[in-house]
Every structure is written in structure tokens, then in C-alpha cells.
């Protein structure tokens, strides 16, 4: 007995003191967290060096800290696509900014929609008469949208710019399903919604095949468009075609890009900053390579958003739009709702502007944003609806409101259909020799009966449930759009469309970004655009999900960052999307309005932990 009270005493000692060092672990990190400030001060001259260290997104996502800190997911840096504009638009005028620096190394992506912004940004930088030189060690096709647009662009010798164009292959899991017994009831209305193909063809239909074929090809004109604008004289068209051929003739990939023209100089780091360094000055350190330069997180600190006049209110649904409440990156049907109804109680904004990037999802979180919305529009508030990169299904639901709808022309948007899937278990049982069986007092008990599969009547009602829900998705794009319903009908079957389509049929109304959605928000609350500014109606990350986000950023920027090995990650890429697509549909409504076909849809969020300081530090960082 004495051994095993010294056993137990030993154990207790151990929890006692993992208790203690999660507790000094939670408390140091909220100390910081609520000592933490960015230091808005005006930093010296130099080059603003921009270095997009992650993905450009329209609101970046809360990340979990008890994740981030235990180090088990990677947590990829969001670089909201505002601030980045706004940041590049003040250096255009502040004299302290002799030049713009994008560094590219590491970026890995966003809309194209999003880049285009900021490349317009460059691009006014430009006309300022201010140098921007960009540098990386290979391009794929989104950091060269944005590369294109500066007045220099290095590329490391040992690089190459792959360009690729959208596109690619999709998983299909009915061949699989089929081994393993598992029937799959797929309920939907809309000849296109491509969503639930993969668990009921081992092809991709020839409808999806022409509306998908359709849609990266618009979105590959609009991006060549916009690069060839921006380079006229790069022989872009040639590379595209032959790129090895190219490469034979240059001696070598970097060579290659120089030669047709896609980028200007060879150079390694040090080179480059060196080329700087005659711009704008040499830095503080005395390494070979380094130059005056601002940071981009100190510079936006130091330029806030825009103030003063009339407020005209932006309200974000930015990521899948779920039931309930949800933090900063995914929309909560009950959280943006409330954020909205609690603003038009105050009385202080003249105007709505809904800023839209969203796949859609959930029916009821849908309509519960969209009746917030007619709340604005019942208080005489002008609706004007602003879509970023995506903007399809149940993100075109909200949109309905909307007195005008601005789109970029290589905005996703569109798929207006309805589906639901269920899975049902009856040959997977009986492949491993089981059974089940029970009783009923209605048609309904026990349905869904996934063991047994689905009793017609089951079947029946939930299928008019879709098909009524189709008839109301329909029913409010023809009064929103005043379109007659059978030509509504005619361009919806959840078929996805590029922004430059949506606008000839009449989705969209005009094109621009965000601020021409506020401009004209303003115009129509009979107000001068230029003396309004924005109130974001928007819950910011915590003070301490942006800390640990920083931390595990830090520690996670590894890995190689040459164009050929982007590539090689993309088919890992879209494995997670079609590993989120199951999650979603298993763990979703039985009735969803969502694009999960379309190609920017987001990626899984990172998985949560569980147990008593896990949900203390979510408490803290409002998660």
C-alpha cells in the first residue's frame, strides 16, 4: 500500500505541476497579449517594403491559439487585401515612401480578383512617378499578376516563371463508395451544381465539364488581359504556348523569362538590394544587400483608415456562411446579423455597402443575413453590394437586397441551385455481415435512416424542400434583378459564371471595386463622395489571435519557395479542398446553397483542440 499511495502521490505531483505551467503558459501569453500594441509612429525613409509573406485574403481568419502555440497545424499568414491597399496608396503620397518593394517570395496567393487591387494600387504608384521593384525566386501565376504591374521585376538566377493558367483535375468517390457500400441520395435542383458529381459519377459530366471549361476560360482572358496590359512588349503569348521550347533557346528557365521579356533583371538578394539601396538609400545594417526600408505592419499602423464626413457602412461576409456564430473569416449567419441590426440601431451610418467573398452555404444562415439586410433597406438606407473574388450561391443570395451590385470581371458568381447528399449504410453493413432493423409509428421515425437507406416519403419531402428553395432563390434574383423568373431559371441551374458573363446577363450591374460601391452608396444617399468615409461593421481578430498568429507565422515561414515546387503543391492543395468539400456536406445543413465546385473556395480551418485551457484561451481571444 505504501508503494501505491507513493505511485499516487507521484502522479498527482505531475498533474500538479502541468497544471501550473499551462496556467503560467495562458498567463504570460495574455500578458503580452494585452501589452502588445503596433507602434504607429513615423518611421524614417526609405523603401515601403511589402513583403507578402502568405495569402491575400478579404478578412483573415481568427486562428485558434491553443493550435498555434501547441504547433501541430501550420498556420499561414493572411495579409488583409484593405490594408495592403491602402498601405501602397499612402506611399504613392507620402514623401517619406521613395519607393515600393514587393517581395514575393513567399506569397502564395488570393482571388484573382484581389491581386488585380493591388496591383491597381502598383500601378498608381507608378503614375506618381515612384519606382516599384518586386524580386522572387520563382513566379507561378498570382505572384506574376501582381510582379507584372512593377517597374522592375527580378526573378533569382536559379528561378523560372511557370505559368500554368486554371485549371486541373477533380477526385471523384463513387468507384470507391461502390466498394465499400455506401449509397448516395443526392437531392438537388440545377443541372450544373457540379458539387455533388464526385459521390455520384466517376466523370465530370459534360454540362459541369462546358460551364467549368467556360468559366476558366474567361478567367484566363481576364488575367492575360491584365498582364499584357501591364507588359506589352513580353512576348507572353509565346512563353505561354512553348515555354520549353523557350528554355531551350535561352540556355536555362530564368534566362528564358528575361528573354521574352516577363521579367527585367537576374539577380540574387543581395544584388537586388543593392539596386535599391541606389533608390532609396543603404539600411541601418551593415550586411551586403540591405537598404532603407519600412515595414509593411508599422506602415499601416501609421496610416489608418480613411475618417471624417458622413459614414457609409461596409458590412464583410467574407468565407462559408454557417448557422449560428462564428469568429473573423467564416460567416455566421447570427453573427454578421447581429453585428448589422446592433449598427442600424445606433443611427450613424447614411448607407449600406455589403462586401461579398463567399462560397455560400448554409440556406437559413443565408436568409438570416438577408433579412438583416432588408432591415437596412426598411430604414430608407441606400443597399449598393460590393463582390470580391467569389461571390456564388448562398453569396449571391445575400447579394439580393442590393439596389446595385458591382463586380469585377473575374469575379466567381453565380450558382444559384440547391442540393443536399446523404450517405446510407445498407450494403456496408451487409459486406461485413450485419443488419438492421426496428420499428415505426410514422413514415418519418427514424428518418433519415442512414442504416436501412432513406423511406420514399423521406426522399419526397426533402426534395420538395430543395425544389422550394430553388423557387425562392429564383423568385428573389427575378425581383431583385427584374428579370421574368423562366429566364432567371434559364442562367441559374447552378451553373457558376466569371463576372465579365454575370454582367451581360445581368447579375452584376457595373464594374469596380469597393470603394466604387461606396462612392455610389454615397451618390445615392444624396451625399459627395468624396466626404464620406467607411464604418466597418466588422469583429476584429483579438489582440491575442493576432499575437499567436504572428508566432506561429514566424515559425512556420520554411520550405521551399521556387516556382516548380508552388506547382508541385498545388494536387495537395486540392486534395483539402475535396477532403472540406465532404466536410462540409457531411457535417453541414441538409439543405445547402454552396459552390464547393468553385475554384476559390477556402480551404478546411484548422481543427480546434479541446479541454479547460484550451476553451479558456478561446474565451480570451473571443474565438
Known sequence: MRIVRGFWRLLVGIKDGLVLLAMLLFFGVLFAALSFQPNPRTVSSGALRVELNGRLVEQPSQTDPFVALAGRTPVTREFRLRDVTRAIDAAAVDPSAKAVVLDLDRFTGGSQVAIAEVARAVDRVKARGKPVLTYATGYTDDGYQLAAHASEVWLDPLGAVLLTGPGGTNLYYKGLLDKLGV??????????????????????????????????????????????????????????????????????????????????????????????????????????????????????????????GAQIGVLTVAGTIVDGEAPPGSAGGDTIARLLLDELAKD??????????????????????RAAIMAAKAKGLPVVVSMGGLAASGGYWISTPADRIFADPATITGSIGVFGLLPTFRGTLAKLGLSADGVKTTPLSGEPDLLRGTSPEFDRLLQTGIEDTYARFT???????????????????????????????RLVDAFGGLDAAIAEAARRAKLNPAQVSPRFIERPPSMLSQLVADYATDRGDKGPNDAFSRAAARPAEALARAVSGIGRIAEGPAIQVVCLECPAAPAPPAARETGMIALAMRWIAGL
Open 183 to 308: 449509397e448516395t441520395k443526392v437531392y438537388r435542383v440545377g443541372k450544373f451544381k457540379a458539387a455533388v458529381e464526385p459521390f455520384i459519377r466517376t466523370d465530370q459530366s459534360p454540362e459541369a465539364k462546358a460551364a467549368a471549361q467556360a468559366l476558366a476560360d474567361a478567367l484566363w482572358a481576364e488575367w492575360r488581359g491584365g498582364v499584357s496590359a501591364a507588359r506589352p512588349k513580353a512576348q507572353l503569348a509565346g512563353y505561354i504556348a512553348a515555354p520549353e521550347r523557350m528554355v531551350a533557346e535561352a540556355g536555362g528557365t530564368a534566362r528564358a523569362a528575361q528573354a521574352a521579356g516577363l521579367v527585367d533583371r537576374l539577380g540574387d538578394r543581395i544584388a537586388f538590394g543593392a539596386r535599391v539601396a541606389q533608390i532609396v538609400g543603404p539600411g541601418a545594417e551593415k550586411q551586403a544587400g540591405s537598404y532603407a526600408a519600412i515595414p509593411l505592419d508599422r506602415w499601416i499602423a501609421g496610416h489608418g483608415e480613411r475618417t471624417g
Open 475 to 505: 423568385g428573389l434574383v427575378a425581383a431583385s434583378r427584374s428579370l421574368p423568373q423562366a429566364r432567371v431559371d434559364e442562367i441559374a441551374q447552378g451553373r457558376v459564371w466569371a463576372g465579365s458573363t454575370a454582367r451581360t446577363i
Open 348 to 369: 450613424r451610418i447614411k448607407a449600406l455597402v455589403v462586401r461579398v467573398d463567399s462560397p455560400g452555404g448554409s440556406v437559413t444562415a443565408s436568409e438570416r443575413i
